[in-house]
Structure formats: structure tokens, C-alpha cells
């Protein structure tokens, strides 16, 4: 029972460690240079994985403050706090109410005093991290698949051991 | 503008980049005078910031004006304005280089390959002054993508090659990632400094996700500096890529990780829990030991010569490595000099084997056939370059070695002593080699019908052009004014040193 909790508790780890796991093999095992390059790919979204998973908070929801939230805080700070706790239920509230504009027309942005607590929202940086780890992997995905359409042209196949093979006779 | 120096040096090559990129399509002749103007001025940024930390101390520079810990920093030192410096300067001679090479060796895809070579420097240079430990991340892996198409532009085999570094290099990219996550956890930093401070107020150095976090960071890091065992990737890909790109590759990417390494360890770890709490350093130091020897025994199988050349890199890596984990401050100080003198040798020989590659079409040794008589200022500045990586005073790699020695006697690694001097050995013996084949020439060819195929040659090799001769003369030049102002960067290095906090963790 005990090794049940000790998965249980962790199981994001242990989840985002057998994904890696599976990419590290195809890396390895896999003899088709396509099939290396997905086992790359889902080697990276693994860690992705990992990072997401870290910034979860229990009971806590996306970081994204709505605009009554703010704008109620601003004209209500008696009961702010936990003004976004009912105006996640109603995302068309925002657009509902009036609100003043600027001279261009949009809304002026009021500075959110509002009082936020952390432990509301999960952790955004985490996924402002991943966002620039996805850039990353696709580009990297880009560059390998682009060498292996090269490899492709120049020996005709994109078998790892056919291109061996191929060299080592000379060709 | 002053004031905005740190930032320059990598803005200069990155809107250069850019530019080359959206001009360099219509106007191909663009891209050269441009790149060479911006790691010019990159240069001279890197200067400027050296003589600004030598005079007020560490600079931080924080973009956008955002504070560290949340916001990035640039963080220079003293280390990082020397390493900036000699990035930059490696850059731009092999830029100057490249001015007949890359037409020669890539076509029409002139401005593609600027962009790519200049993203490659904004990459290394951004790595050496970051002091966020997930823009090291992302520089990391700029660096890395360019490099990829860099190699790849070579003939046939270097795309196989570059496929094996693009597996490799994702590797150790992907586990760096991973331990910065384990210490994000554990600290809510990304900045280094901070992470270390956290670490210290938070005293979880004991903890297991710390222990993960530092193997996961060195492992990451070894793979991509090639050290032995995880060298795998290296030899094919300098070997074949195009002359331009293992010529600013070979002296600049596994250097820079070494950089890295240290930063990593003396600033994010600190030296108390990588020497003091965990006690590898016996281990690593045998490590090094075998990538040292590795990696000569192979370079001396080699008759390709940059292939050859390759395989000495991986042996300079090891002596690095075996520096730094030393544990000893002579030690350090030597690894970090060797950082500075190995870029600009393994730079100068590179730079030879392309001009022979460009002038003779040969990839192995027997290309040299007397070449003393017809290219003899060539010969000169792969002379010194030669000397250097043997370790003959007064050249900068003599110096290097000598403070590696010193650190290595000095806390008793006898084993590391060794191998540091069966390597010069073997490099002697390399290069001997090469000298005697080019002065004497080689064997006559045996029953190869050589004979006349080498004779038609004869007569068009001469001098190598200015565009080629200039950056290995200046670098060749560079060697020897490293090994002879030796006591001025050892004094700036002194300064990064005393800070690690070395001396007070040994007994």
C-alpha cells in the first residue's frame, strides 16, 4: 500500500520520467532517422511536462485576471479579494458594464489593486517558460527534419544502418 | 553607449544577423562586409566591458530595467569579459577567414550562412554574460540549432554527422532543462545568483532534488562540451563540416561550455557543495585522465588531418575539465587560461587545415607535401600554433599547461600530471610529424599512381591569399601575446579565482 502513495503522490514524475523514457529509447533504439527525431520530440515534451505540471497549485486556476476583477477591485475594495472568485463563473461580465475609455476609445487600463492572493492561481511562470521550450523543440524538430530531407537526397534512404552501409563501401 | 556595452555584444551580430538575412537575399555581396563590421564592433563592445570590470568591479546589466530576480540580467565578471573577449575575437577572425571559403564551399547560399554564423555568435556570446539560468538555456540551444545547419552545409557525410550532433546536442540541452527545473523548484529562482543565495538561506543543500539537479546540470553540460564519454558527436562533425564552420566551431562551442561548466559550478552550485559536500573530484580527475588519453591515442590514428584535429580538441576538453575539478585554485586559474590560449590554438591550426583544404583539395596529411618552400608564411603561423598546442614557451598554450601542472601536483592528482605530459607528448609526435612531411615531403606514394596527380598540383599551390594569411598570422600573434602578457590575465583571472572560494574548502 505504501508503494501505491509513494506513486500516487508523486505520479507526475513518475509519469513525465516514463515519457522520457520512451523518447530516449526510440533516440536510441530506432533505425529510421524519422522515427529518431519523433522519439526527440516526445523526449522534449516530456520535460514540458514536467515544468507545467510543477506550477500546479490545488484549487488554483489559469493566471489570467478578467477585467471586472480588476475593475471591481478598483470600485469596491471592501470586498475585492474575492471578487474573482465569482467572476470566473461569469466570463461575460467583462464585457457587460460600462467602462471609461481614452481618448483612442479603449478602455483606460487601471492599475490592478485589487489583492491577489498566490495561492489562487498557478504558478504563470512556468508556462511562460514552456512557451519559449516549445519554440525550442519545434525548431530544433525543423533543423533535424531538414538535415534528414538532406541526408535523403544525398543517399537515398534515411535508414540509419543503409547509410552506414553506403559509406563504408565507398559510395 | 557605454553604458549599453554588455548589451552590444550580442546585439551587434544579432541585428546583423537580421540584416543579412532580409539584404543578403537581393545583394549577397553585403553579407561579408557586414558580419565582419559587426564582430568588429562586438569586439570592441567586449573590450570596453573588460576595462570597465577590471576598473568598477561586476557589472549587471538588467534589460528592460526589470530587477533581478525577476527580471533578466546580463552578469559580467571578471571571467566573463575575458571569455567575451576572446569569443568575440575568435568570431571575427574567422569571419575574416571565411571571405573566399564560404562562396567556395556553400554556393549561393551566401547570406544564409552569415545569418547562421552571426546567430551562432549572438548564441555563444549571450552564454558567456547571461546571468539567468534559463536564458542559458535558450542561448544554449541557439547556439546549438545554428551550429547544427552550419555542419550540415558541408558535403555528404557532414549532414550524417550533423544528424548525430542534433540527436546529442537535444540530449544535453534537454537534461540542463531538467535540472534548472529541479532547482526552480527547490529555490522559485532562475537568476544564478539568487539561486545560489536561496540555496544558502534555504540550507537545502542536503536535499536529493538539489544532488539531482547538479548531476542532471553536469551531465547535460558534458555531453554537449563532448567530454569523453559523450564525445561521440564531435570528431565527424568538425571533420566535414565546411572549413568556415570548424574553424570558429572547433575553438569556440566546447570552450564555451567549459565557461559554462564553471559558471554553473563556482556560481549557481558554489564550490563548498560541488568539491567540499560531494566528494567527486577523484573521480572526475580520472575522467579527464581518459579523455585526455583518448582523445590523443586517437589523434594520433588519424590521417585526416581535421579529423585529427578534432580528436585534440577532445583531449584539450579533458584537461579543462580535469582543471576545474582539480579543486585546487592554480588549477582553476590554469583551466580558465586554457579556456583563453585553447581557443585561440585549436582557431590557428583549424584555420590552416582550411587553407590547405582550399589550396591543395586534400583532406590528409600527405597534402602537406613540402609546403614549407611554397607557402612559407602559412607554415609560420601553423608553426606557432603547433608549438603552442605541444606546449613550447613562449606560447600561450605553454603557460596554460604549466599552471594545469602546477594545480595538479599541487593537490596531489599525480595521475592527471601524467596525462598531461603523455599528451604533449603525443602532440609532439602529431605535429613533428606534420612538420616533416611538409618540409621534407612525404613518402614517395606507393604504387597509389599518385606521382603524377601530385606533380599537376605543384605547380599552382603558392602562398595563401590575404583574406586567409591575415587572421591566421594575427591569431598566431595572438598565441604568442598570451603567452607573454601571461602575468595580466592570470591577474585577471586571480580575480574571478579568489572569489570561488577555493582556498578556504581544502584542507
Known sequence: MEFFEVISAKFNYWIYVIIMMIGLYAMIAKNNMVKKLIGMSIFQTAIILFYVSIGVKDGATIPILYHDQVHAGHHHDDHGETAHHESTDDHHASTSGDHETDKYGYPTRHAPDVVIDGNDFANPLVHVLMLTAIVVGVATLGVGLAITQKLHREFGTIEENEIHDLIKSGK | MIEQAPALILLFPFFASIIVALAGIRVPGVSFPLTVISMFA????????????????????????????????????????????????????????????????????????????????????????????????????????????????????????????????????????????????????????????????????????????????????????????????????????????????????????????????????????TFGQLEWSEVVVWMSVAAILVGSISALAQTDLRKMLAYLIIAEVGYMVGGVWLADDIGLIGSIYHIIA??????????????????????????????????????VGFLVGAFSLIGIPPTAGFFSKWYLIQGGIASGNWEYVIALLVSSLINAVLFFRIIEIAYFGAKPAEGHGDHHHAESHDSKISEAPLSMLFPLLATAALLLAIGLYNKDIVAIIAEFVSLSNLGAILP
Open chain 2, 342 to 379: 585553447d581557443a585561440f590554438m585549436t582557431l590557428c591550426v583549424f584555420l590552416f587545415a582550411g587553407i590547405i583544404f582550399a589550396k591543395t583539395g586534400k583532406r590528409d596529411l600527405n597534402a602537406l607535401d613540402g609546403l614549407f618552400t611554397k607557402m612559407p608564411l602559412t607554415m
Open chain 2, 42 to 273: 562586438s569586439v570592441l563592445s567586449s573590450v570596453a566591458v573588460l576595462v570597465r570590470v577590471m576598473n568598477d568591479g561586476v557589472i549587471r546589466y538588467k534589460l528592460g530595467g526589470w530587477e533581478p530576480p525577476m527580471g533578466i540580467e546580463f552578469r559580467i565578471d571578471a571571467l566573463g569579459a575575458l571569455v567575451a573577449t576572446a569569443v568575440s575575437a575568435v568570431g571575427l577572425l574567422a569571419a575574416i577567414y571565411s571571405k573566399r571559403q564560404v562562396p567556395a564551399e556553400t554556393g549561393d547560399r551566401v547570406s544564409q550562412y552569415y545569418t547562421l554564423y552571426l546567430l551562432l555568435m549572438t548564441g555563444l556570446l549571450g552564454m558567456v554574460i547571461t546571468g539567468d539560468a534559463f536564458n542559458l538555456f535558450v542561448l544554449i540551444e541557439v547556439s546549438a540549432l545554428t551550429s547544427y545547419a552550419l555542419i550540415a552545409m558541408g558535403p555528404r557525410r557532414a549532414s550524417l554527422a550533423a544528424y548525430k550532433y542534433v540527436i546529442m546536442g537535444t540530449i544535453g540541452a534537454s537534461f540542463y532543462l531538467l535540472g534548472v527545473g529541479y532547482l526552480y523548484i527547490k529555490t522559485g529562482s532562475l537568476n544564478m545568483v539568487d539561486i545560489h543565495e536561496q540555496l544558502i538561506a534555504r540550507g537545502i543543500f542536503d536535499s536529493t532534488a538539489i544532488l539531482v539537479a547538479f548531476i542532471l546540470i553536469t551531465v547535460g553540460v558534458w555531453i554537449k562540451m563532448a567530454f569523453f564519454p559523450l564525445h561521440a558527436w564531435l570528431p565527424n562533425s568538425y571533420a566535414y563540416a565546411p572549413t568556415t564552420s570548424s574553424a570558429v566551431l572547433g575553438p569556440l562551442v566546447t570552450k564555451v561550455m567549459i565557461y559554462v561548466m564553471i559558471r554553473l559550478t563556482f556560481t549557481v552550485f558554489g564550490a563548498d557543495y
